[in-house]
């Protein structure tokens, strides 16, 4: 065992020497998942850590999204293992709230982000043999069959009870979510080889786009949420935040919508950006700087990751939000998936 644990961390010695990357890399890969004492199972959980307020459920968002791109980069062999377990005990209640370790719904209330990011983990599984093409193809159906009681009558958008912080939504139309599944349908539509196939997939991939930008766009930026009937609203969340629809390749940073929408996110208009000495976006959730707010900067080239460096946050350990004048932890404490999301963005960033 020992041989064996010194050859797995072998893999991080250039890691070692950066305390704030290598302590949160540690913590996504290990505090996110686990092997149920009673039965022996893979689990997956919001964090092992008791100081996690909800720490022993399952969010698809915050294992598919925001973890497991680091666990795929440094233990494959687990990430197969992880997919797999998603697959046979969380797939059930796909696109629910929250679900307890075994699978259960623990919270209600359906999340099209997080059932949009199960078209993600269907290409994974096929792209790691866990599941064959047969099989991935029938996945996909079965969520393309689901979406289509989400979908507005009249336009290619798909309505949500909650939104990316767990919270209900003013409108049900969530331009974030919306922008997420066009994204997923794509990476996965990339696996697919019939052309007849292919060809109902692009053509929801590009109707979806084109309604976003018809209908999801007011006073030249990007609205938050709408009803569709001439209802919306401008407001942003750093856990599902416009600011990242250049990373999922929507529309490229330099169009003027996308500028307005960064400005506005990033000023005083925005009554949820807070001032301070480390001066962020909060949300309706938590009127204080989420730390995925300076992740996304860092994922889109904005920031280099110094700023990160300066808080203290909890022994360089990261949270949901920090105090915006002492940066030390508020909320989420030990949260893996605000540690693999700052991870991969700052590995992304500075393309180690």
């Excluded at 997923?184 to 060809?199: A, C, H």
Aim: net charge positive; charged share 25%.
């Amino acid at each position: 065992m020992e041989k064996e644990t010194k050859s797995y961390f072998k893999k991080f010695l250039n890691y070692e020497k950066n305390k704030l990357v290598f302590d949160n890399i540690m913590m996504s890969l290990f505090l996110s998942n686990g092997i149920c004492i009673d039965s022996e199972e893979n689990c997956i959980l919001a964090s092992k850590s008791p100081k996690y307020y909800v720490s022993s459920a399952y969010w698809a968002r915050d294992f598919i999204f925001w973890t497991l791109p680091i666990l795929e980069k440094f233990d494959k062999n687990r990430t197969k293992d992880l997919i797999e377990t998603i697959l046979k005990k969380y797939w059930k209640n796909k696109g629910i709230h929250a679900l307890y370790m075994d699978g259960r719904v623990l919270y209600d209330g359906f999340e099209l982000d997080q059932f949009a990011y199960y078209f993600i983990l269907i290409g994974k599984a096929l792209k790691y043999r866990i599941i064959d093409y047969a099989n991935a193809l029938k996945y996909a159906e079965e969520l393309l069959s689901i979406l289509e009681k989400k979908k507005s009558k009249k336009y290619y958008l798909y309505k949500t009870e909650l939104n990316s912080s767990d919270d209900p939504v003013k409108y049900a139309f969530v331009t974030f979510d919306n922008v997420v599944l066009w994204y997923s349908l794509k990476l996965f539509s990339k696996f697919i080889k019939n052309s007849l196939t292919k060809k109902k997939f692009d053509e929801i991939i590009l109707n979806i786009k084109n309604d976003i930008m018809d209908n999801l766009i007011k006073n030249e930026m990007f609205v938050y949420s709408s009803d569709l009937k001439g209802h919306f609203e401008f407001y942003d969340d750093p856990t599902g935040s416009l600011l990242l629809l250049p990373y999922f390749g929507f529309i490229s940073k330099n169009l003027k919508i996308y500028k307005n929408t960064f400005e506005w996110i990033n000023s005083l208009k925005n009554p949820y950006f807070i001032n301070g000495k480390y001066r962020g976006e909060g949300n309706r959730h938590v009127m204080h700087p989420w730390l995925h707010y300076f992740s996304n900067l860092l994922l889109l080239g904005y920031e280099d990751g110094k700023i990160f460096e300066k808080m203290p946050m909890d022994n360089k350990l990261l949270c949901e939000t920090i105090d915006e004048n002492t940066g030390d932890c508020l909320t989420g404490i030990h949260f893996p998936g605000s540690s693999g999301f700052f991870a991969y963005s700052y590995l992304k960033k500075h393309r180690i």
